[in-house]
Every structure is written in C-alpha cells, then in structure tokens.
C-alpha cells in the first residue's frame, strides 16, 4: 500500500495485520514501524500488529483475533 509492503490486507475493513518477529524490536525497526504504521492510519487504516510467536503457538485464537477485529471494524464498531 502506497510506498509500503503489508504482510496481509483487507481492503474492506481497511485492516492491515502485520506478523512481527523477533527484528521488529531492534535498531530503527520501531520507528519505522511507527511511521507506516501512522501513514495508514492517516488513510483510514488499523495496524494489527501480531507477534510471530503467537501465530507460531496459539494459531486458532490468534486467527480469531484477526476475524473478530476484521468483523468489527466491517460493523463499524471497532
């Protein structure tokens, strides 16, 4: 999206999930994740970040975070 690459988006709830691993937490990383992370939301866009960990142990709860905020945000009750 735009000058950015987005682990996943959808466009109909204009929801970006983003799966962070380990290297998100390190040198200008959190910074620059800031700085997109602002730049969508200035389009209307929610940064769901998700750390690599959680998809890794907990799958089917971490997909169903992703569902329920996505549903949410279709609603218009985020």
């Given at each position: 999206m735009g000058p950015y690459i987005l682990d996943f988006y959808c466009a109909a709830a204009k929801l970006a999930v983003e799966i962070d691993?380990?290297?998100?937490?390190m040198g200008d990383r959190p910074e620059r994740d800031e700085r997109r992370d602002a730049w969508l939301a200035e389009r209307g866009v929610?940064?769901?970040?998700?750390?690599?960990?959680?998809?890794?142990?907990?799958?089917?709860?971490?997909v169903q975070m992703i569902f329920d905020t996505a549903n949410e945000r279709l609603a218009g009750t985020d």
């Amino acid at each position: 999206m735009g000058p950015y690459i987005l682990d996943f988006y959808c466009a109909a709830a204009k929801l970006a999930v983003e799966i962070d691993g380990e290297s998100h937490g390190m040198g200008d990383r959190p910074e620059r994740d800031e700085r997109r992370d602002a730049w969508l939301a200035e389009r209307g866009v929610t940064t769901l970040r998700v750390p690599t960990v959680d998809v890794m142990r907990r799958f089917e709860d971490t997909v169903q975070m992703i569902f329920d905020t996505a549903n949410e945000r279709l609603a218009g009750t985020d």
